[in-house]
């Protein structure tokens, strides 16, 4: 539902990935593109699909998830989403069906045209489980992400928010006010854009996005905007305090804080053929699931693979984990931590 770069993108990847795909727009002119071009097989779908995604702006995501939920009223389907804001959308949708999402990948290119089948190759899919959460739920979504390419990591919707108005909204904003700066000072100084260095283009690559996505995104999520906008601000007051003053240390002491943090970035691409086996014995009380993938997402361990393994009706189970052998340890430790009995396949 949607068609712009992330919907058609998501498309394109589970085309290749052998799934029947059907997609409709707010657009006719869009879906009929979408059809001509080989990014969908048809516009309505002829039955009850087993996933749909919902990729549109943030503001219209609550409704059109539920009337989704309504339309394919199947208890099989998987519905999920992939916009950058999730607390009010996952406090908007109480239905076990739904699986709230965030494709952590993008492009400067816009709309249909923009659209990828590796888009997300090697990115975080971030997924935001509540202690409603089914597990043949999760198991099968992160299943069908790990597919296309996505590593999956699991925060609880207002995490999300809070973290990635850091790593992403407030970077976005950012981006713009440099380049908006630099626009400013290039109408009487036009040789300006072209000393527009790698940093530069690296700081304002992302200010040639989509404008038009992200006022809903910004204002879904003001308040974790602001708050960090303020700390950035203070961080910027320092440093012109500290250029005002001749203040060597305090910009010394800036740069190199910020090189150690920049080189310690996890890479894109976290795949390791050196898995481990762990099995995690859950009981049947809601929430189980969320707090296995939390703790992960918590400790940077990426989850390969999930599986579920029912016991006796109403005794819980065992959730089977895919991770890098050299995460086990750290991982099992923390489990035990927080009350699960895991154990590693020998």
Not at 21 to 29: C, F, K, R
Not at 40 to 51: E, G, H, N, W, Y
Request: charged share 20%; net charge negative; proline share 3%.
């Amino acid at each position: 539902m949607g068609l712009g770069l992330i919907g058609a993108s998501m498309a394109l990847a589970l085309r290749e990935t052998g799934w029947a795909v059907t997609g409709v727009d707010a657009q006719s002119s869009v879906e009929e593109e979408a059809l001509a071009s080989g990014v969908i097989d048809a516009v309505r779908p002829t039955s009850s699909p087993d996933l749909v995604v919902v990729a549109a702006p943030a503001g219209s995501v609550t409704g059109l998830v539920n009337g989704a939920l309504v339309e394919f009223s199947g208890p099989d389907v998987i519905v999920t989403d992939v916009t950058g804001v999730k607390s009010s959308i996952v406090h908007g949708v109480i239905d076990r069906r739904f699986l709230g999402g965030h494709p952590m990948a993008g492009s400067e290119r816009r709309g249909l045209a923009g659209a990828r089948a590796d888009l997300f190759q090697g990115c975080t899919w971030v997924l935001t489980p509540t202690e409603q959460t089914l597990p043949e739920t999760y198991g099968t979504l992160h299943g069908i992400l790990r597919e296309i390419g996505a590593n999956v990591v699991a925060v609880s919707a207002e995490d999300h928010d809070r973290l990635v108005a850091i790593a992403s909204h407030v970077p976005h904003l950012l981006a713009g006010a440099l380049m908006n700066e630099a626009s400013r000072v290039a109408e009487q100084d036009a040789v300006l854009l072209q000393l527009a260095a790698g940093g530069f283009r690296d700081m304002t690559r992302v200010a040639a996005g989509d404008p038009s996505i992200w006022p809903d995104v910004l204002f879904e999520n003001r308040t974790a905007v602001i708050a960090a906008l303020a700390a950035l601000e203070e961080r910027l007051s320092l440093l012109r305090e500290a250029l005002a003053t001749n203040g060597r240390d305090v910009i010394t002491s800036s740069l190199r804080t910020a090189a150690a943090a920049r080189h310690q970035l996890p890479g894109r691409a976290l795949n390791s053929e050196n898995l481990a086996y762990l099995r995690v014995k859950v009981s049947d009380r809601p929430g189980e699931l969320a707090a296995v993938t939390m703790a992960a997402s918590e400790l940077l361990v990426n989850i390969y693979d999930i599986e579920i393994a029912h016991g006796i009706e109403g005794s819980g189970g065992t959730l089977l984990l895919a991770v890098d052998s050299q995460q086990t340890d750290l991982f099992l430790e923390a489990l035990a931590a927080r009350g699960f009995q895991a154990v590693r396949e020998q």
